[in-house]
């Protein structure tokens, strides 16, 4: 299976703190995505990060990939409790995504 | 603009009838995608439509599920002889083309009693 896996399956900090959510895949990838889902309703694009790349920055949000390990990692700086969801990373199939089981994060205020 | 817009957002049958999802992708978007999402769950991928071409049904679970998507806008999900192992968050999606950044609706939570 393609799928990747999220590690860990819940996670809860308090407001301010870093927040770092890891991924692990199987095949060779493309790229690699994250996204967040509030509410087990619809999923949002947060950032995507190609094989060629190693790491990557969008606002608070900064990814890092390792081809070799087969991992990816997420991390949210200076959390808030806006940024409580499920977190999921995707790798790229021939024709769909391939999502793991997601990283559950919640942000104490 | 518009993103992409789900109906129902809540579904609740009976075991044994049948159900229609529906799906609007974003204006533009050639690539369509169905997942379903049971609680707690990832994300399982159903089926996906690119342009004209026949659509990937790889991931239909069994033969009571099958979609179309007509005019290359609008899709619909049916469901047939419900049963409540069916209950779950249906998720579509869509994207410019291929299986890249995919943009998401709210979901279709059904729910089979």
């Known amino acids: 299976s393609q799928q990747g896996e999220e590690d860990p399956q819940a996670l809860s900090i308090q407001e301010g703190e870093n927040a770092t959510m890891n991924c692990s895949y199987k095949t060779s990838i493309n790229n690699l995505q994250w996204y967040r889902q509030n509410s087990g309703r619809g999923l949002v694009h947060l950032i995507l990060i190609r094989s060629n790349e190693r790491e990557k920055h969008s606002g608070r949000l900064r990814v890092t990939l390792d081809t070799s390990k087969k991992s990816s990692s997420l991390l949210i700086t200076a959390s808030r409790a806006a940024d409580t969801a499920s977190y999921f990373c995707a790798t790229t199939g021939a024709n769909n995504l391939f999502f793991g089981t997601g990283t559950r994060l919640t942000v104490i205020p | 603009g518009a993103g992409v817009s789900q109906s129902p957002s809540n579904k609740v049958t009976e075991k044994g009838k049948d159900v229609e999802l529906r799906c609007d992708p974003i204006s533009g978007h050639t690539a369509l995608y169905w997942y379903r999402q049971s609680l707690g769950q990832g994300l399982e991928f159903l089926i996906y439509f690119q342009g004209n071409s026949a659509p990937d049904k790889s991931g239909l679970p069994s033969d009571r599920f099958s979609a179309e998507r007509t005019g290359g806008s609008v899709s619909t999900l049916t469901i047939q002889r419900t049963q409540q192992e069916d209950s779950a968050v249906y998720l579509c999606?869509?994207?410019?083309?291929?299986?890249?950044?995919?943009?998401f609706g709210p979901g279709t939570r059904l729910t089979v009693l």
């Open positions: 999606a869509s994207s410019l083309e291929g299986p890249h950044t995919q943009y």
